[in-house]
């Protein structure tokens, strides 16, 4: 075009308000304003003068959707605003609890107005915006640190790359879901099929994966979707200048952004009560897939007066729905051989979907289980998702089982090396007691090389699968002698790659004795453990010849991790592997920093029993937790224990602390008593 520049540019201009406008009717509004061909012709002229004058490009340009190159990797940010995440509720009844929780920290009773929204089940994201242009997308992570993954963001034509407002404010936070809805989950399974690759198990897992992808072009064919559900608008007045939630949420649409249109606001548990019923109902009828109920207090001072725990919000809550159960059948039972020895059933299923998810595996959890369920092959079994994550064996349908079908017997033998197992009187577990054995040599490898332990980077599964099989490491003391020569055979190990294991494996013997004490593994010892002890042991020497007395003295460790440290000391294997790890240079004494704990006059001195699959924590980090406040945590029930926290498929430990009258607590109970003071 031989036009002036100015009018190039106004021209530009034109061009990309009016393409905004048409994107946000079609993605947002649902009504578009524009017929596809006009809409491309527009975007080519846009296209040529940007390519003939790249000069005035600008960032929020429709053409700067999809980036041209893939990124080499993404990197770690850190949230202007965290992102908390929800306590649950799986009933009305647990919502009333939790209704009455709120109200009783107020010094003055109020009247409840919620906005009740669904749960999306989808991947949340982190929005950054200056000056009203988009400058950062990141990936929820820890909820403090996330990815960030600005340019797949970019191709989200949902989420606007421009706040469609005058006079923006100089920053605005947005926090929402990717999603993908179920027709373009379908569409992406039959292409990837069609292409000979294997389908994606669910939409939630896709999404997640696909904003993940290096190459934005990928991400963009994928047409992922975003509905918005948080605004921050930092400012002197605080970060959030406006009375309610659902003004929020209207200032959202203002803005630009694709909000939820199934939110509603109610005013007593009973509304609450028939949203959540209504959607339970309605919701197979969504084009995307949700799990549950978001309820959130309405009034943004109220939020502001009732704060956060140490990881959710006062003022909110998830209401979910309950797992689904499906009927299918057992084809034959696997069984892993863990770090510790500890032998765990798997069934392997006839597929089938469950919860949004192909389910062909289900954890049997011991052999007390099977004998409870008196399982056979080929049972027909009904299988439910525990804590809507693990899939797990319910009950058996005996009616239906077929003839000289054979039971499932836990084995004799240890399916990796061959050895007799054991199984305690006390304990559920049946066990591989040979320190040889390949399953917990890689295990032993896996942990001694976590972030937790000596942290050495590179170290992975695939990668301690293959030296395990190949027989360069029999130890953990042997990877201080392996040299870059013997690993390039390895695969997708070059010369380089080799050099920079080595290096890191190197390095890792300046990690303190506390951390070497972890990486030990020995059993009940977990990191918190392993400071406070290593503070009163600081040599493996004196550890190793205290007595069963002289460390259950120690605070928050007691007989139990006591015996276990002495038993461990005893092995002459273990001994050997001591004195190796010194001639390789692991620090195996020293002053490590006073462990952190947060003294709770509740907790301080009480035994605590963790059984069944918490909804948010994991079973280390509830550990953690207790530890820290002073508890501590032992693996079997009795009549010195104090608590018993319950999850979801909860197994001999429950019943046996309903028998001795001991108190159960749920997830959201601890977080409450390690809250108190």
């Given at each position: 075009?031989?036009?002036?520049?100015q009018?190039?540019?106004?021209?530009?201009?034109?061009?990309?308000?009016?393409?905004?406008?048409?994107?946000?009717?079609?993605?947002v509004?649902?009504?578009?304003?524009?017929?596809d061909e006009?809409?491309?012709?527009?975007?080519?002229?846009?296209?040529?003068?940007?390519?003939?004058?790249?000069?005035?490009?600008?960032?929020?340009?429709?053409t700067?959707?999809?980036g041209?190159?893939?990124?080499?990797?993404f990197?770690?940010?850190?949230?202007?605003?965290?992102?908390?995440?929800?306590?649950?509720?799986?009933?009305?009844?647990?919502?009333?609890?939790?209704?009455?929780?709120?109200?009783?920290?107020?010094?003055?009773?109020?009247?409840?107005?919620?906005?009740?929204?669904l749960?999306?089940?989808?991947?949340?994201?982190?929005?950054?915006?200056?000056?009203?242009?988009?400058?950062?997308?990141?990936?929820?992570?820890?909820?403090?640190?996330?990815?960030?993954?600005?340019?797949?963001?970019?191709?989200?034509?949902s989420?606007?790359?421009?706040?469609?407002?005058?006079?923006?404010?100089?920053?605005?936070?947005?926090?929402?879901?990717?999603?993908?809805?179920?027709?373009?989950?379908?569409?992406?399974?039959?292409?990837?099929?069609?292409?000979?690759?294997?389908?994606?198990?669910?939409?939630?897992n896709?999404?997640a994966?696909?904003?993940?992808?290096?190459?934005?072009?990928?991400?963009d064919r994928?047409?992922?979707?975003?509905?918005?559900?948080?605004?921050?608008?930092?400012?002197?007045?605080?970060?959030?200048p406006?009375?309610?939630?659902?003004?929020?949420?209207?200032?959202?649409?203002?803005?630009?952004f694709?909000?939820?249109?199934?939110?509603?606001?109610?005013?007593?548990?009973?509304?609450?009560?028939?949203?959540?019923?209504?959607?339970?109902?309605?919701?197979?009828?969504?084009?995307?897939?949700?799990?549950?109920?978001?309820?959130?207090?309405?009034?943004?001072?109220?939020?502001?007066?009732?704060?956060?725990?140490?990881?959710?919000?006062?003022?909110?809550?998830?209401?979910?729905?309950?797992?689904?159960?499906?009927?299918?059948?057992?084809?034959?039972?696997?069984?892993?051989?863990?770090?510790?020895?500890?032998?765990?059933?798997?069934?392997?299923?006839?597929?089938?979907?469950?919860?949004?998810?192909?389910?062909?595996?289900?954890?049997?959890?011991?052999?007390d289980?099977?004998?409870?369920?008196?399982?056979?092959?080929?049972?027909?079994?009904?299988?439910?998702?525990?804590?809507?994550?693990?899939?797990?064996?319910?009950r058996?349908?005996?009616?239906?089982?077929?003839?000289?079908?054979?039971?499932?017997?836990?084995?004799?033998?240890?399916?990796?090396?061959?050895?007799?197992?054991?199984?305690?009187?006390?304990?559920?577990?049946?066990?591989?007691?040979?320190?040889?054995?390949?399953?917990?040599?890689?295990?032993?490898?896996?942990?001694?090389?976590?972030?937790?332990?000596?942290?050495?980077?590179?170290?992975?599964?695939?990668l301690?699968?293959?030296?395990?099989?190949?027989?360069?490491?029999?130890?953990?003391?042997?990877?201080?002698?392996?040299?870059?020569?013997?690993?390039?055979?390895?695969?997708?190990?070059?010369?380089?790659s080799?050099?920079?294991?080595?290096?890191?494996?190197?390095?890792?013997?300046?990690?303190?004795?506390?951390?070497?004490?972890?990486?030990?593994?020995?059993?009940?010892?977990?990191?918190?453990?392993?400071q406070?002890?290593?503070?009163?042991?600081?040599?493996?020497?004196?550890?190793?010849?205290?007595?069963?007395?002289?460390?259950?003295?120690?605070?928050?460790?007691?007989?139990?991790?006591?015996?276990?440290?002495?038993?461990?000391?005893?092995?002459?294997?273990?001994?050997?592997?001591i004195?190796?790890?010194?001639?390789a240079?692991?620090?195996?004494?020293?002053?490590?920093?006073?462990?952190?704990?947060?003294s709770?006059?509740?907790?301080?001195?009480?035994t605590?029993?963790?059984?069944?699959?918490?909804?948010?924590?994991?079973?280390?980090?509830?550990?953690?937790?207790?530890?820290?406040?002073?508890?501590?945590?032992?693996?079997?029930?009795?009549?010195?224990?104090?608590?018993?926290?319950?999850?979801?498929?909860?197994?001999?430990?429950?019943?046996?602390?309903?028998?001795?009258?001991?108190?159960?607590?749920?997830?959201?109970?601890?977080?409450?008593?390690?809250?108190?003071?």
């Amino acid at each position: 075009m031989n036009l002036p520049k100015q009018k190039i540019q106004k021209r530009a201009e034109q061009l990309r308000e009016q393409l905004q406008k048409a994107a946000y009717a079609y993605y947002v509004e649902d009504n578009p304003i524009m017929e596809d061909e006009v809409y491309d012709r527009l975007y080519r002229e846009l296209q040529t003068l940007e390519a003939e004058h790249p000069e005035i490009v600008t960032p929020d340009s429709p053409t700067q959707r999809v980036g041209d190159k893939p990124a080499d990797k993404f990197q770690s940010v850190k949230h202007n605003i965290p992102l908390y995440s929800l306590d649950n509720a799986f009933n009305i009844e647990e919502f009333a609890n939790w209704e009455k929780r709120w109200k009783d920290r107020l010094e003055n009773p109020i009247d409840s107005e919620y906005v009740c929204e669904l749960k999306i089940d989808g991947s949340a994201l982190a929005l950054t915006y200056e000056n009203g242009i988009l400058v950062r997308g990141a990936t929820r992570g820890d909820g403090e640190t996330g990815e960030e993954i600005t340019q797949n963001v970019k191709t989200i034509r949902s989420i606007p790359l421009k706040l469609q407002v005058d006079n923006p404010p100089s920053r605005v936070e947005v926090r929402g879901e990717s999603f993908l809805p179920l027709d373009t989950f379908d569409r992406i399974n039959q292409d990837r099929e069609a292409n000979g690759e294997a389908p994606f198990a669910n939409p939630r897992n896709a999404a997640a994966g696909t904003l993940r992808q290096l190459d934005p072009q990928v991400v963009d064919r994928r047409q992922l979707q975003f509905f918005a559900y948080t605004l921050y608008i930092p400012g002197e007045d605080g970060d959030r200048p406006f009375h309610t939630h659902q003004e929020a949420l209207q200032k959202l649409q203002e803005f630009g952004f694709l909000v939820n249109p199934n939110q509603t606001i109610c005013r007593s548990l009973e509304d609450v009560a028939q949203y959540y019923d209504r959607w339970n109902e309605e919701r197979r009828q969504l084009p995307y897939m949700t799990d549950g109920v978001v309820v959130k207090l309405n009034d943004i001072e109220l939020q502001q007066r009732l704060g956060f725990t140490q990881k959710a919000p006062r003022w909110a809550i998830a209401l979910k729905y309950p797992a689904e159960e499906v009927p299918t059948t057992v084809e034959s039972v696997t069984v892993q051989v863990g770090r510790t020895g500890a032998l765990t059933p798997v069934a392997n299923l006839n597929p089938v979907q469950l919860a949004g998810t192909t389910v062909s595996r289900a954890t049997l959890h011991n052999g007390d289980r099977i004998a409870e369920l008196d399982l056979h092959i080929g049972d027909t079994v009904v299988v439910r998702k525990a804590g809507e994550i693990i899939p797990e064996v319910v009950r058996v349908l005996p009616e239906l089982r077929p003839e000289n079908a054979p039971a499932v017997e836990m084995p004799k033998t240890c399916p990796e090396c061959g050895q007799p197992v054991v199984k305690p009187e006390d304990e559920a577990v049946t066990r591989c007691v040979n320190a040889s054995c390949p399953a917990i040599l890689r295990g032993s490898l896996k942990h001694w090389a976590s972030r937790g332990a000596l942290d050495i980077d590179g170290l992975g599964e695939k990668l301690i699968s293959q030296m395990v099989d190949r027989r360069f490491v029999q130890s953990v003391a042997d990877l201080y002698q392996l040299q870059p020569e013997t690993l390039v055979v390895l695969e997708r190990m070059g010369k380089k790659s080799a050099e920079k294991l080595v290096g890191a494996i190197a390095a890792s013997q300046q990690q303190p004795w506390f951390r070497v004490l972890y990486g030990l593994g020995i059993r009940h010892v977990g990191s918190v453990n392993a400071q406070t002890l290593a503070q009163r042991f600081p040599s493996v020497d004196e550890l190793a010849t205290a007595t069963v007395e002289d460390i259950a003295a120690v605070e928050g460790i007691g007989e139990i991790i006591a015996s276990a440290i002495v038993d461990w000391f005893g092995i002459p294997a273990n001994r050997e592997s001591i004195d190796r790890l010194r001639e390789a240079g692991l620090q195996l004494q020293g002053t490590p920093s006073q462990p952190e704990t947060e003294s709770n006059a509740h907790i301080q001195g009480q035994t605590f029993v963790l059984t069944g699959t918490l909804p948010n924590l994991m079973r280390n980090e509830a550990k953690s937790l207790i530890e820290k406040a002073g508890g501590k945590v032992t693996g079997s029930v009795s009549k010195k224990t104090n608590y018993v926290v319950v999850g979801d498929s909860a197994g001999s430990k429950l019943a046996k602390a309903e028998k001795l009258g001991i108190p159960l607590l749920s997830e959201e109970a601890l977080l409450e008593l390690l809250e108190a003071r």
